[in-house]
């Protein structure tokens, strides 16, 4: 069998080597546009950083040991430029400009996606993208090389981010601006959580301008002034980091299924309209299996697992990809951002009826040293308690709390099966009761109507509400909430009296589970009590 694959990097270079490992006497040929065949794209930004010292570390393998080790034969500077899929042939430009044909009994594309530039008129060695392993080594030149003052990042999501971070990192005194069109940064997080992000990037001098998109950039000498919606601000750099869309102007001209968005449709066996032809990666259209809907998620390691799949099914293999969940993790300074599943703004869409809980536990056990407190926000199925979405912020175990959850909402596990689950545990890792569990248990109580509990953002919408601090004095006079009764949870049961009747009692400690206490001694005295998840911590960290 001949199989031609266009595009290395996570997906094809993958698909390559699952399928000599299946096959020994097939000839596989991988055709790429650019100078580097398998590289680390998600390592560029700390190759930026100069985290990863050298590019060579980027480099995961070479056309010299994908021959010697798998006898594939790659192709570098050669463009794929058409699929002739009734002849089942290709047509491929290389460097010089001349043009060949190679015929295929099999062909996988995996062009992967190409960033968003708006601006593409302004050809300027100051206005990058990143994408490849050229685009960090010219970035990471120009900063080295050249004193730069103001630096702009359009766009404030997960490659924004860690631009800002890894430029701070390499240039302490350059001002840093990340200009982001939407409310807030990070797109799959819920706005309060981004509160987190946003706090950690200015103390780290990280400016932000949110709700505020880039209308045009004019070129002012050496430096831009670029026009906001509102405003404008003058630079010396700019790195676009807007998004990306998906490579698919091969499958288009070949007549194969595209969405309206540009993805390639595939089915579960990772095949296109065309039974001998697959796609895999950020050129594809995948599917949540969550609220089963079509989505595009451009991650690697998506990428990896449908490479799998379509060298499995070339070979008429068993498996099949159920689709994408979106679960990933971000590194911010000290302090780490995980995310799995929906967020509310998706669940809203979908009309799924939905809850949140929000708890703010420590890292492990807090009579070892070094314990730092995380904050975990789930949605979840009303009545059912099944997990949809989970984010993650805190500075250690945040990967491992995501991972969990992103295992529970795969496999539609509930509250009840959050509170089972039987974790490891010493006093340097976690606590007898892991964070998990006790997610578990504030689910459990809100679904068996134990406690009512209530987000911040909606109790300080609410005229006259009548809030509860039942922390201790230390902690109140330490910073509170304006015009809260202050009864420690302790003192509770003696001040009864000095509490309303009539009125909704909104109830906040430092986390939320003093709260809890506290309302359970409430709802048993007859009062009408609510919990504020995430406590004082969360209130003082996202406001």
């Not at 009826?353 to 407190?373: C, F, N, R, V």
């Not at 007859?526 to 919990?531: G, I, K, L, M």
Request: net charge neutral; glycine share 6%; aromatic share 8%.
């Amino acid at each position: 069998m001949k199989i031609l694959i266009v595009g290395g990097v996570a997906g094809g270079a993958t698909t390559a080597t699952r399928l000599r490992r299946l096959d020994e006497k097939s000839e596989i040929i991988i055709f790429d546009r650019g100078d580097y065949v398998s590289f680390a794209n998600c390592g560029l930004p700390y190759y930026v950083g100069n985290v990863i010292k050298t590019k060579e570390k980027l480099l995961l393998q070479t056309p010299k040991s994908f021959k010697d080790r798998f006898n594939i034969d790659v192709r570098l500077n050669e463009e794929v430029i058409k699929v002739l899929s009734q002849d089942r042939k290709i047509q491929i430009r290389k460097k010089d400009g001349t043009i060949y044909e190679e015929n295929y009994d099999k062909l996988v594309l995996s062009p992967g996606a190409e960033p968003i530039n708006p601006f593409k008129e302004l050809k300027d060695e100051k206005i990058q993208t990143l994408r490849t392993v050229n685009d960090a080594i010219k970035i990471r030149d120009y900063l080295e090389n050249n004193n730069i003052n103001d630096v702009a990042i359009i766009g404030g999501g997960y490659i924004g981010i860690e631009m800002a971070e890894n430029i701070r990192n390499q240039n302490k005194d350059t001002n840093i601006t990340i200009i982001e069109k939407a409310e807030h940064l990070i797109a799959p997080l819920d706005k309060d959580m981004s509160k987190f992000v946003q706090k950690v990037l200015l103390k780290n001098n990280i400016n932000t301008i949110l709700k505020n998109g880039v209308q045009q950039i004019n070129k002012n000498n050496d430096r831009f002034e670029i026009k906001l919606e509102k405003g404008t601000i003058n630079v010396d750099y700019i790195i676009l980091c807007i998004g990306v869309r998906p490579e698919s102007n091969l499958a288009k001209d070949a007549g194969l299924n595209v969405s309206e968005k540009g993805n390639i449709i595939v089915n579960k066996f990772m095949k296109t309209s065309d039974e001998n032809i697959y796609a895999l990666g950020d050129s594809i259209q995948a599917n949540n299996p969550i609220i089963n809907t079509p989505t595009y998620i451009p991650l690697a390691g998506p990428a990896n697992k449908q490479a799998r799949v379509v060298a499995n099914n070339i070979y008429n293999k068993a498996g099949k990809y159920e689709g994408t969940i979106g679960s990933s993790i971000l590194k911010i300074s000290e302090n780490n951002l995980g995310i799995v599943g929906l967020n509310e703004n998706v669940a809203k869409q979908n009309n799924i009826d939905y809850k949140t809980m929000i708890i703010s536990p420590y890292s492990h056990a807090t009579y070892y040293p070094g314990a730092t407190q995380t904050t975990i926000k789930v949605l979840y199925e009303n009545n059912t308690g099944k997990i949809l979405g989970a984010q993650v912020w805190g500075k250690e175990g945040v990967d491992k709390l995501t991972d969990i959850l992103a295992v529970a909402i795969k496999h539609k596990m509930t509250a009840d099966d959050l509170a089972d689950f039987e974790l490891s545990y010493a006093p340097p890792f976690s606590s007898a009761k892991s964070p998990i569990n006790l997610l578990g248990n504030a689910m459990q109580n809100e679904l068996d109507k134990m406690v009512e509990t209530i987000t911040w953002e909606e109790v300080l919408k609410i005229e006259e509400a009548f809030i509860l601090d039942v922390r201790t004095e230390e902690e109140y006079k330490y910073g509170h909430i304006e015009n809260a009764m202050h009864i420690p949870v302790d003192e509770l049961r003696e001040n009864l009296n000095k509490l309303p009747t009539d009125k909704k009692i909104y109830v906040y400690c430092h986390t939320g589970l003093r709260s809890y206490i506290a309302t359970r001694i409430l709802k048993g005295n007859d009062f009408d009590s609510v919990n504020i998840m995430g406590g004082f911590y969360f209130y003082n960290s996202t406001k």
